[in-house]
């Protein structure tokens, strides 16, 4: 079981997110930005993050920068809807493991964050 940060502003999203990832076994905490995620970074350590790029205020890309500098290690994983965003993202945030494109199903989104969760136990280990 990891520890996962969801940051997304989309609630319908958010909530779809966060329960697929807990019927896998994760423990999931979800918040609805970027400054939310902050927060919640400082306050304990996540195995993973997971974020939207287009967000109110600290966007994804911001929060990825951000948050790897206080956890080096911790993959970060982004969804958009926006192809160009997804580009953004690729070139700007060097720590991302990939961006996952919206909409998603359930399958798809859980295959990466497992996907990401086994590559940082390979590092780890």
């Keep these: 079981m990891a520890s996962i940060l969801v940051a997304e502003d989309d609630q319908a999203v958010r909530d779809f997110v966060s329960r697929a990832l807990a ?3 994760h ?3 979800s918040v609805p930005d970027g400054s939310a995620a902050l927060a919640a970074l400082s306050e ?3 195995d993973l993050m997971l974020t939207d790029i287009v967000m109110p205020g ?3 890309v911001a929060l990825a920068a951000q948050a790897t500098k206080q956890d080096p290690a911790m993959p970060v994983l982004m969804m958009t809807g ?3 965003e997804g580009q953004r993202a690729q070139t700007a945030a060097g720590p991302v493991e990939r961006v996952i494109s919206k909409p998603f199903s359930l399958k798809e989104i859980c295959a990466a964050v497992e996907e990401a969760l086994a590559a940082r136990r390979g590092k780890v280990h």
Excluded: E, Q
């Design 58 to 60: 600290l966007d994804g």
């Design 27 to 29: 423990s999931v905490t």
């Design 82 to 84: 926006f192809a160009s």
């Design 23 to 25: 019927y896998y076994g």
């Design 44 to 46: 304990r350590r996540f």
